[in-house]
């Protein structure tokens, strides 16, 4: 094994992190609560923080009054320092938003698909950057990255692996990156919005939580110990495809009984389907919120809903059980529509199916950011990536995740 000896460099990079993140997550902060936070000396903090703010990254935001002294300055993060694009590529649309680092939306644009194949949602992922920057006035030169959330696995080279949607090996990444100068970063939707409740939505403060994203397919985001959980290749995570029924309903992936062939709304709604039901609207999300007020008179549709609450809570208690979380958060456009109706219905069901001990450490919520929030988590991988290098510019276009 090859050690490489720590720079005094690295050292500097490594504390300028600490103390931009501190910035960025839990600003405004005074020198003074930074010094405590990271536990870096009072000096050391004023010398990096005075080299991020001459360099752009870091303004005072105000002061607040101290006990018997000067008013101590708050810091943040420099909004308009650069600016970040965060792309949704779901079934059904593409989704590109233009942010700045505050994560304010500057620039929307969706473009409905019939079908997600890879050329045709790489062109709507560029069409929708040029126009967002476009429409917004920004320089190009000033937006930091793109982060794309993709549905499927994906590995560190940006290549996603969509079994569901016949995605094999697709080096999506390399493939976005040939239509644009701007770094491209590439990530599984379920950990963009995982990251995106992490850090200012219903995760915040908790350090070992399952974000659970639920839509028309079905996934989830790991944190243990306050890092992403990804597993040996970045296939962790896929708690969609866990099996909860031997021989059951066929799944998209090509096995049977898996969570995602019972949650998924899709899947849902074939099944109330199955039954005899009937909806008039066409549109997934429009069906599904059909399916969902007709439940209140229909015995059919209550039987369909109530069995998905069901399943869902059968696919939480393993969770529970497995990962012993101290938080579950419910997200994603479906899994939202189901928890603001049954929220205190899933909770009851999960706690029939799992072990009581584990059961009664867990909060189940709701997530706070909204139906849209894919796209906003996936606007934070370039700032994660500005954060880790402490506020210095990425050198290489190279796709990654």
Same mark, same amino acid.
């Given at each position: 094994?090859?050690?490489?000896?720590?720079?005094?460099?690295?050292?500097?990079?490594?504390?300028?992190?600490?103390?931009?993140?501190?910035?960025y997550r839990d600003g405004p902060l005074s020198r003074?609560?930074?010094? =405590?936070?990271?536990?870096?000396?009072?000096?050391? =903090?004023?010398?990096?923080?005075?080299?991020l703010i001459a360099e752009g990254v870091v303004e005072e935001a105000g002061s607040v009054e101290s006990e018997g002294g000067r008013p101590r300055v708050l810091l943040r993060v420099a909004r308009e320092f650069r600016y970040v694009v965060g792309a949704e590529v779901g079934e059904t649309r593409v989704r590109v938003e233009l942010f700045d680092l505050a994560l304010n939306v500057l620039a929307t644009v969706d473009h409905p698909i019939d079908a997600p194949e890879p050329e045709v949602v790489v062109k709507h992922v560029l069409e929708g950057l040029t126009t967002v920057i476009s429409t917004s006035g920004v320089q190009p030169s000033l937006v930091l990255g793109v982060g794309v959330a993709?549905?499927?696995?994906?590995?560190?080279?940006?290549?996603?692996?969509?079994?569901?949607?016949?995605?094999?090996?697709?080096?999506f990444?390399?493939?976005l990156a040939e239509g644009t100068d701007i770094?491209?970063?590439?990530?599984?939707?379920?950990?963009?919005?995982g990251q995106a409740e992490m850090w200012f939505g219903a995760g915040r403060g908790a350090t070992d939580a399952v974000v659970a994203l639920v839509g028309s397919g079905v996934g989830?985001?790991?944190?243990?110990?306050g890092s992403s959980y990804r597993g040996t290749r970045s296939s962790a995570g896929e708690w969609g495809h866990t099996t909860i029924m031997y021989g059951g309903r066929g799944c998209r992936c090509g096995a049977e009984g898996c969570l995602e062939a019972y949650v998924g709304a899709e899947d849902v709604l074939d099944r109330y389907r199955q039954a005899g039901g009937e909806l008039s609207a066409e549109d997934e999300e429009a069906a599904f919120a059909e399916l969902l007020e007709a439940a209140e008179n229909s015995e059919v549709a209550a039987t369909i809903v109530a069995d998905t609450i069901g399943y869902l809570a059968a696919g939480f208690a393993n969770l529970v059980n497995l990962v012993n979380p101290e938080r579950i958060v419910l997200g994603g456009w479906?899994?939202?529509?189901?928890?603001?109706?049954?929220?205190?219905?899933?909770r009851e069901e999960v706690g029939r199916h799992a072990l009581r001990q584990p059961y009664s450490q867990v909060s189940i919520v709701l997530c706070e950011l909204g139906r849209d929030a894919v796209a906003l988590g996936a606007?934070?991988?370039?700032?994660?990536?500005?954060?880790?290098?402490?506020?210095?510019?990425?050198?290489?276009?190279?796709?990654?995740h």
């Amino acid at each position: 094994m090859e050690y490489r000896r720590t720079t005094v460099r690295d050292m500097r990079r490594s504390n300028r992190s600490v103390i931009l993140t501190g910035i960025y997550r839990d600003g405004p902060l005074s020198r003074q609560e930074l010094s =405590v936070r990271t536990s870096l000396s009072a000096a050391s =903090v004023s010398n990096l923080v005075t080299e991020l703010i001459a360099e752009g990254v870091v303004e005072e935001a105000g002061s607040v009054e101290s006990e018997g002294g000067r008013p101590r300055v708050l810091l943040r993060v420099a909004r308009e320092f650069r600016y970040v694009v965060g792309a949704e590529v779901g079934e059904t649309r593409v989704r590109v938003e233009l942010f700045d680092l505050a994560l304010n939306v500057l620039a929307t644009v969706d473009h409905p698909i019939d079908a997600p194949e890879p050329e045709v949602v790489v062109k709507h992922v560029l069409e929708g950057l040029t126009t967002v920057i476009s429409t917004s006035g920004v320089q190009p030169s000033l937006v930091l990255g793109v982060g794309v959330a993709v549905f499927g696995i994906v590995d560190a080279a940006a290549v996603v692996h969509a079994q569901t949607l016949g995605w094999d090996a697709v080096p999506f990444g390399q493939m976005l990156a040939e239509g644009t100068d701007i770094p491209i970063l590439v990530d599984n939707g379920a950990n963009t919005l995982g990251q995106a409740e992490m850090w200012f939505g219903a995760g915040r403060g908790a350090t070992d939580a399952v974000v659970a994203l639920v839509g028309s397919g079905v996934g989830a985001a790991l944190v243990t110990g306050g890092s992403s959980y990804r597993g040996t290749r970045s296939s962790a995570g896929e708690w969609g495809h866990t099996t909860i029924m031997y021989g059951g309903r066929g799944c998209r992936c090509g096995a049977e009984g898996c969570l995602e062939a019972y949650v998924g709304a899709e899947d849902v709604l074939d099944r109330y389907r199955q039954a005899g039901g009937e909806l008039s609207a066409e549109d997934e999300e429009a069906a599904f919120a059909e399916l969902l007020e007709a439940a209140e008179n229909s015995e059919v549709a209550a039987t369909i809903v109530a069995d998905t609450i069901g399943y869902l809570a059968a696919g939480f208690a393993n969770l529970v059980n497995l990962v012993n979380p101290e938080r579950i958060v419910l997200g994603g456009w479906a899994g939202l529509l189901l928890g603001e109706r049954y929220l205190p219905r899933l909770r009851e069901e999960v706690g029939r199916h799992a072990l009581r001990q584990p059961y009664s450490q867990v909060s189940i919520v709701l997530c706070e950011l909204g139906r849209d929030a894919v796209a906003l988590g996936a606007a934070t991988l370039p700032i994660l990536r500005l954060l880790r290098n402490g506020g210095a510019l990425p050198s290489s276009r190279v796709p990654t995740h």
